[in-house]
Protein backbone atom coordinates (compact mmCIF):
# COMPACT_ATOMS: atom_id res chain seq x y z
CA UNK A 1 0.00 0.00 0.00
CA UNK A 2 1.44 3.54 -1.00
CA UNK A 3 1.53 6.20 1.35
CA UNK A 4 -0.56 9.30 0.47
CA UNK A 5 2.71 11.01 -0.45
CA UNK A 6 4.24 8.50 -2.51
CA UNK A 7 0.65 8.15 -4.36
CA UNK A 8 0.46 11.90 -5.30
CA UNK A 9 4.12 11.43 -6.79
CA UNK A 10 3.12 8.22 -8.93
CA UNK A 11 0.19 10.25 -10.24
CA UNK A 12 2.20 12.99 -10.81
CA UNK A 13 4.86 11.08 -13.30
CA UNK A 14 1.48 9.89 -14.68
CA UNK A 15 0.06 13.11 -15.82
CA UNK A 16 2.93 13.61 -17.22
CA UNK A 17 3.71 11.04 -18.91
CA UNK A 18 -0.08 11.03 -20.27
CA UNK A 19 0.42 15.03 -21.29
CA UNK A 20 4.14 13.85 -23.43
CA UNK A 21 1.71 11.08 -25.33
CA UNK A 22 -1.21 13.83 -25.54
CA UNK A 23 1.65 16.41 -27.10
CA UNK A 24 1.73 13.74 -29.97
CA UNK A 25 -1.83 13.44 -30.53
CA UNK A 26 -2.47 17.31 -30.22
CA UNK A 27 -3.50 17.58 -34.30
CA UNK A 28 -5.07 14.25 -34.59
CA UNK A 29 -8.55 14.50 -36.40
CA UNK A 30 -11.37 13.68 -34.41
CA UNK A 31 -13.39 10.20 -35.13
CA UNK A 32 -15.01 10.67 -38.53
CA UNK A 33 -18.64 10.78 -38.21
CA UNK A 34 -18.43 11.98 -34.69
CA UNK A 35 -20.90 15.22 -33.46
CA UNK A 36 -18.96 15.13 -30.16
CA UNK A 37 -15.38 13.58 -29.19
CA UNK A 38 -12.94 12.92 -26.45
CA UNK A 39 -9.56 11.59 -27.39
CA UNK A 40 -6.65 11.30 -24.40
CA UNK A 41 -8.63 13.31 -22.25
CA UNK A 42 -7.63 13.04 -18.56
CA UNK A 43 -8.17 16.18 -16.19
CA UNK A 44 -6.09 16.56 -13.14
CA UNK A 45 -7.36 19.23 -9.76
CA UNK A 46 -3.81 19.81 -7.94
CA UNK A 47 -2.12 16.27 -7.47
CA UNK A 48 -5.65 14.57 -7.88
CA UNK A 49 -6.25 12.60 -11.43
CA UNK A 50 -9.49 13.09 -11.77
CA UNK A 51 -10.51 11.47 -15.72
CA UNK A 52 -8.19 9.76 -16.69
CA UNK A 53 -7.16 9.18 -20.30
CA UNK A 54 -11.08 9.41 -21.69
CA UNK A 55 -12.02 8.19 -25.24
CA UNK A 56 -15.55 9.17 -26.22
CA UNK A 57 -17.09 9.79 -29.37
CA UNK A 58 -21.10 10.46 -29.93
CA UNK A 59 -22.84 9.91 -33.45
CA UNK A 60 -24.79 12.72 -34.91
CA UNK A 61 -28.67 12.21 -33.01
CA UNK A 62 -27.09 9.47 -30.72
CA UNK A 63 -28.61 9.55 -27.26
CA UNK A 64 -25.12 8.62 -24.69
CA UNK A 65 -25.65 7.71 -21.18
CA UNK A 66 -22.80 7.62 -18.81
CA UNK A 67 -23.25 5.92 -15.30
CA UNK A 68 -20.74 5.59 -12.97
CA UNK A 69 -20.25 5.85 -9.01
CA UNK A 70 -20.19 9.02 -7.14
CA UNK A 71 -17.28 10.81 -7.34
CA UNK A 72 -15.70 8.83 -10.46
CA UNK A 73 -16.08 12.25 -12.84
CA UNK A 74 -19.05 12.52 -14.23
CA UNK A 75 -20.04 16.26 -13.88
CA UNK A 76 -15.91 16.76 -14.68
CA UNK A 77 -16.63 14.97 -17.77
CA UNK A 78 -19.92 16.96 -18.81
CA UNK A 79 -18.16 20.43 -18.32
CA UNK A 80 -15.50 19.60 -20.61
CA UNK A 81 -17.51 18.87 -23.27
CA UNK A 82 -19.75 21.92 -22.70
CA UNK A 83 -16.05 23.92 -22.74
CA UNK A 84 -16.84 25.34 -19.43
CA UNK A 85 -13.42 24.24 -17.74
CA UNK A 86 -10.33 23.06 -20.49
CA UNK A 87 -8.85 19.55 -19.89
CA UNK A 88 -5.37 19.01 -18.34
CA UNK A 89 -4.35 17.15 -21.44
CA UNK A 90 -6.46 15.80 -24.53
CA UNK A 91 -8.33 16.95 -26.80
CA UNK A 92 -12.19 17.81 -27.61
CA UNK A 93 -13.97 18.04 -30.72
CA UNK A 94 -17.64 19.42 -31.31
CA UNK A 95 -18.26 18.97 -35.15
CA UNK A 96 -14.70 18.46 -35.87
CA UNK A 97 -13.63 21.99 -34.25
CA UNK A 98 -11.88 22.06 -31.06
CA UNK A 99 -13.79 22.83 -28.11
CA UNK A 100 -12.01 26.26 -26.72
CA UNK A 101 -15.23 27.00 -24.37
CA UNK A 102 -19.32 27.62 -24.12
CA UNK A 103 -21.18 27.58 -27.06
CA UNK A 104 -24.95 28.08 -27.51
CA UNK A 105 -24.77 24.89 -29.58
CA UNK A 106 -23.74 22.60 -26.73
CA UNK A 107 -26.79 23.03 -24.02
CA UNK A 108 -26.53 22.16 -20.39
CA UNK A 109 -29.39 21.27 -17.86
CA UNK A 110 -28.10 20.69 -14.81
CA UNK A 111 -29.47 18.63 -11.78
CA UNK A 112 -30.78 21.49 -9.85
CA UNK A 113 -33.35 23.16 -11.46
CA UNK A 114 -33.74 25.23 -8.41
CA UNK A 115 -30.77 27.00 -8.83
CA UNK A 116 -30.62 27.45 -12.42
CA UNK A 117 -33.91 29.09 -13.28
CA UNK A 118 -34.35 32.90 -12.70
CA UNK A 119 -36.79 33.35 -9.73
CA UNK A 120 -37.82 36.71 -10.66
CA UNK A 121 -38.65 36.01 -14.12
CA UNK A 122 -41.67 34.24 -15.33
CA UNK A 123 -41.81 31.17 -16.84
CA UNK A 124 -42.44 32.47 -20.23
CA UNK A 125 -39.43 34.86 -19.40
CA UNK A 126 -37.14 32.29 -18.46
CA UNK A 127 -37.50 29.84 -21.43
CA UNK A 128 -37.07 33.39 -23.73
CA UNK A 129 -33.69 33.94 -22.04
CA UNK A 130 -32.19 32.47 -25.25
CA UNK A 131 -33.92 34.77 -27.75
CA UNK A 132 -32.80 37.93 -25.94
CA UNK A 133 -29.22 37.11 -26.73
CA UNK A 134 -30.59 36.52 -30.48
CA UNK A 135 -31.78 40.10 -30.35
CA UNK A 136 -34.84 38.57 -30.97
CA UNK A 137 -38.31 41.18 -30.55
CA UNK A 138 -40.47 40.73 -27.23
CA UNK A 139 -43.64 39.59 -29.02
CA UNK A 140 -41.74 37.48 -31.34
CA UNK A 141 -39.91 35.88 -27.88
CA UNK A 142 -43.24 35.61 -26.23
CA UNK A 143 -44.70 33.37 -29.14
CA UNK A 144 -41.62 31.13 -29.69
CA UNK A 145 -41.66 30.71 -26.21
CA UNK A 146 -44.96 29.87 -25.62
CA UNK A 147 -44.36 27.14 -28.43
CA UNK A 148 -42.34 25.37 -26.79
CA UNK A 149 -44.02 25.12 -23.33
CA UNK A 150 -47.15 24.20 -25.00
CA UNK A 151 -44.40 21.16 -26.73
CA UNK A 152 -43.67 20.63 -22.89
CA UNK A 153 -47.44 20.68 -21.34
CA UNK A 154 -46.19 23.60 -19.44
CA UNK A 155 -48.41 26.42 -21.69
CA UNK A 156 -50.63 27.07 -18.70
CA UNK A 157 -47.93 28.21 -16.38
CA UNK A 158 -46.46 30.34 -18.66
CA UNK A 159 -47.03 33.64 -16.71
CA UNK A 160 -46.20 31.93 -13.33
CA UNK A 161 -42.77 32.29 -11.40
CA UNK A 162 -40.42 29.08 -10.90
CA UNK A 163 -40.70 29.37 -7.01
CA UNK A 164 -45.09 28.22 -7.61
CA UNK A 165 -44.05 25.24 -9.43
CA UNK A 166 -43.25 21.39 -8.78
CA UNK A 167 -39.95 19.82 -8.89
CA UNK A 168 -40.93 18.01 -11.96
CA UNK A 169 -42.35 21.30 -13.71
CA UNK A 170 -39.51 23.65 -13.16
CA UNK A 171 -37.03 21.06 -14.57
CA UNK A 172 -39.27 20.93 -17.82
CA UNK A 173 -38.79 24.75 -17.37
CA UNK A 174 -35.09 23.93 -17.83
CA UNK A 175 -35.30 22.08 -20.59
CA UNK A 176 -37.47 24.06 -22.64
CA UNK A 177 -34.95 26.79 -21.74
CA UNK A 178 -32.15 24.60 -22.93
CA UNK A 179 -34.28 23.93 -26.52
CA UNK A 180 -34.80 27.63 -26.83
CA UNK A 181 -31.69 27.81 -27.66
CA UNK A 182 -31.78 25.74 -30.20
CA UNK A 183 -28.78 23.23 -29.28
CA UNK A 184 -26.93 20.76 -31.33
CA UNK A 185 -25.98 18.50 -27.87
CA UNK A 186 -27.68 18.89 -25.27
CA UNK A 187 -25.61 17.87 -21.84
CA UNK A 188 -27.81 16.95 -19.13
CA UNK A 189 -26.30 16.08 -15.45
CA UNK A 190 -28.58 13.46 -13.54
CA UNK A 191 -31.35 15.80 -14.38
CA UNK A 192 -33.94 13.55 -12.55
CA UNK A 193 -31.94 12.58 -9.75
CA UNK A 194 -34.32 15.03 -7.79
CA UNK A 195 -37.17 14.01 -8.62
CA UNK A 196 -40.07 11.45 -7.51
CA UNK A 197 -40.44 8.04 -9.33
CA UNK A 198 -43.28 9.07 -11.71
CA UNK A 199 -42.04 12.44 -12.19
CA UNK A 200 -38.89 10.86 -13.41
CA UNK A 201 -40.82 8.32 -15.92
CA UNK A 202 -42.64 10.54 -17.58
CA UNK A 203 -39.83 13.07 -18.18
CA UNK A 204 -37.68 10.31 -19.53
CA UNK A 205 -40.27 9.31 -22.27
CA UNK A 206 -40.35 13.20 -22.62
CA UNK A 207 -36.77 13.81 -22.97
CA UNK A 208 -36.41 10.73 -25.20
CA UNK A 209 -39.33 11.90 -27.72
CA UNK A 210 -37.98 15.34 -27.75
CA UNK A 211 -34.59 13.92 -28.51
CA UNK A 212 -36.25 11.62 -31.33
CA UNK A 213 -38.27 14.38 -32.79
CA UNK A 214 -35.01 17.12 -32.87
CA UNK A 215 -32.79 14.50 -33.89
CA UNK A 216 -30.31 16.48 -31.52
CA UNK A 217 -27.41 14.42 -30.07
CA UNK A 218 -27.92 14.02 -26.30
CA UNK A 219 -24.96 13.33 -23.35
CA UNK A 220 -26.76 12.31 -20.58
CA UNK A 221 -25.74 11.73 -17.31
CA UNK A 222 -27.06 9.55 -14.35
CA UNK A 223 -26.39 7.29 -11.43
CA UNK A 224 -29.49 5.15 -12.40
CA UNK A 225 -28.62 2.01 -14.50
CA UNK A 226 -32.25 1.27 -15.57
CA UNK A 227 -32.56 4.78 -16.96
CA UNK A 228 -29.56 4.57 -18.90
CA UNK A 229 -30.44 1.42 -20.27
CA UNK A 230 -33.89 3.01 -20.75
CA UNK A 231 -32.70 6.35 -22.75
CA UNK A 232 -29.81 5.51 -24.09
CA UNK A 233 -28.41 4.01 -27.87
CA UNK A 234 -25.21 3.54 -25.34
CA UNK A 235 -24.17 2.94 -21.95
CA UNK A 236 -21.09 4.07 -21.22
CA UNK A 237 -19.90 3.21 -17.52
CA UNK A 238 -16.89 4.64 -15.44
CA UNK A 239 -14.78 3.49 -12.63
CA UNK A 240 -13.48 5.38 -9.83
CA UNK A 241 -10.13 6.86 -9.03
CA UNK A 242 -9.55 7.84 -11.38
CA UNK A 243 -12.32 7.84 -13.56
CA UNK A 244 -12.24 5.93 -17.09
CA UNK A 245 -14.18 4.24 -18.80
CA UNK A 246 -14.89 0.28 -18.59
CA UNK A 247 -17.41 -0.93 -20.59
CA UNK A 248 -19.60 0.53 -23.32
CA UNK A 249 -22.85 -1.08 -24.42
CA UNK A 250 -24.83 -0.67 -27.47
CA UNK A 251 -28.20 -0.94 -25.91
CA UNK A 252 -30.51 -2.10 -28.97
CA UNK A 253 -33.81 -2.07 -27.40
CA UNK A 254 -36.29 -0.96 -30.13
CA UNK A 255 -37.67 2.80 -29.80
CA UNK A 256 -40.40 4.03 -29.08
CA UNK A 257 -39.62 2.47 -25.47
CA UNK A 258 -42.40 1.77 -23.10
CA UNK A 259 -42.28 1.99 -19.19
CA UNK A 260 -43.52 -1.31 -18.50
CA UNK A 261 -42.64 -3.89 -21.55
CA UNK A 262 -38.79 -2.40 -22.38
CA UNK A 263 -38.16 -3.13 -18.79
CA UNK A 264 -39.05 -6.87 -18.85
CA UNK A 265 -37.22 -7.53 -22.27
CA UNK A 266 -34.59 -9.93 -22.05
CA UNK A 267 -32.02 -7.27 -23.39
CA UNK A 268 -32.65 -5.12 -20.70
CA UNK A 269 -32.18 -7.22 -18.20
CA UNK A 270 -29.09 -8.56 -19.23
CA UNK A 271 -27.68 -4.98 -19.88
CA UNK A 272 -28.71 -4.21 -16.17
CA UNK A 273 -26.91 -7.53 -14.91
CA UNK A 274 -24.02 -6.49 -16.59
CA UNK A 275 -23.47 -3.10 -15.82
CA UNK A 276 -24.28 -3.98 -12.24
CA UNK A 277 -21.93 -6.32 -11.59
CA UNK A 278 -19.14 -4.11 -13.42
CA UNK A 279 -20.03 -1.02 -11.19
CA UNK A 280 -20.64 -3.03 -7.49
CA UNK A 281 -17.10 -4.85 -8.09
CA UNK A 282 -14.75 -2.28 -8.38
N1 LIG B 1 -13.33 22.45 -9.16
C1 LIG B 1 -12.85 21.39 -8.50
N2 LIG B 1 -11.77 21.50 -7.71
C2 LIG B 1 -11.26 20.42 -7.06
N3 LIG B 1 -11.78 19.19 -7.13
C3 LIG B 1 -12.86 19.01 -7.90
C4 LIG B 1 -13.46 20.11 -8.62
N4 LIG B 1 -14.53 19.63 -9.31
C5 LIG B 1 -14.59 18.31 -9.02
N5 LIG B 1 -13.60 17.95 -8.18
C6 LIG B 1 -13.34 16.60 -7.67
O1 LIG B 1 -13.34 15.72 -8.77
C7 LIG B 1 -13.98 14.48 -8.43
C8 LIG B 1 -15.08 14.21 -9.43
O2 LIG B 1 -16.11 15.15 -9.24
P1 LIG B 1 -17.45 15.16 -10.09
O3 LIG B 1 -18.33 16.19 -9.54
O4 LIG B 1 -17.09 15.24 -11.52
O5 LIG B 1 -18.00 13.69 -9.76
P2 LIG B 1 -19.40 13.03 -10.15
O6 LIG B 1 -19.10 11.72 -10.77
O7 LIG B 1 -20.21 13.99 -10.92
O8 LIG B 1 -20.05 12.80 -8.71
P3 LIG B 1 -21.62 12.77 -8.31
O9 LIG B 1 -22.15 11.49 -8.86
O10 LIG B 1 -21.59 12.76 -6.81
O11 LIG B 1 -22.26 13.99 -8.88
C9 LIG B 1 -14.46 14.64 -7.00
O12 LIG B 1 -13.56 14.01 -6.14
C10 LIG B 1 -14.46 16.12 -6.77
O13 LIG B 1 -14.20 16.42 -5.43
MG1 LIG C 1 -22.03 14.97 -10.56
Redesign the pocket.
Known sequence: MLGDNAQGEARDDEVMAIRADDQANAFAAPPPGAVLAMRGLSMS??Q?L?LDRIDLAVADGEFLCIV??????????L?LFAGL?PPSAGTIWHEGRPVEGPSRDRAIVFQDYGRSLLPWRSVWANVALAYESQGIARAERRARAYALLERMGLARVGEDFPGQLSGGMQQRVQIARCLAQEPRVLLM??PFGALDAMTRQSLQDEIARLAGESRVTVVF?T?DLEEAIYLGDRVVA?A?NP?RVVETIAVGLKRPRDQLTTREEPAFLAHRHRLFGLLVER
Open positions: FGRVGPSGCGKTTLRVDEIHLAG
